[in-house]
């Protein structure tokens, strides 16, 4: 799969894309909140059946990607980053769009997903049509002792 829209070009990803995964979690995700996972859990996870990985680019540098997993059906949105040089440039938007209709073409009749407590990524997840339906209380345990909760997110694809 390769799209191409507003010069954001999406992709279906593999495990030869996980260096490019961790260095845009390294890049994304402030380590202060413990967040991103690390290549072996990536690894481990797209072993699994019913999972796929989005990989995002604009003028053919690294964008962002995202990461999604179906179970029966329903899919789970496990991580979804963008590179800090290109946000709020549509990127984000692209990738869920992309996973929402992929989950849609896989028969999922919803998608979950799950966010630390002041992501800025909420509104985006929230303009999608995700309604909080749950919270992970000192979920996220990052660096020197930060704690973080968790909210879970859903949405409907019927």
């Given at each position: 799969m390769s799209t191409v829209l507003n010069m954001i070009e999406l992709r279906s990803g593999t495990t030869a894309d996980l260096a490019l995964v961790e260095t845009l979690m390294a890049e994304a995700f402030d380590p202060?909140?413990?967040e991103a996972w690390t290549r072996g859990q990536c690894l481990g996870i797209m072993a699994l059946p019913g999972v796929w990985l989005t990989i995002a680019s604009i003028q053919g540098q690294?964008?962002?990607?995202?990461?999604?997993?179906?179970?029966?059906d329903e899919v789970e949105l496990l991580l979804l980053a963008t590179a800090p040089a290109v946000r709020r440039r549509g990127v984000g938007a692209a990738l869920l769009r992309s996973v929402l209709g992929d989950a849609q073409d896989r028969g999922a009749v919803a998608m979950h997903l799950e966010?630390?407590?002041g992501n800025e990524a909420i509104?985006?997840?929230?303009n999608a049509g995700f309604v909080k339906v749950g919270q992970r209380r000192a979920y996220y345990r990052g660096n020197a002792g930060l704690v973080?909760?968790?909210?879970?997110?859903?949405?409907?694809?019927?």
């Open positions: 202060r909140f413990g690294p964008a962002g990607f995202a990461l999604s997993r179906l179970t029966v966010v630390r407590d509104k985006l997840y929230r973080s909760d968790a909210f879970t997110y859903r949405r409907d694809l019927l």
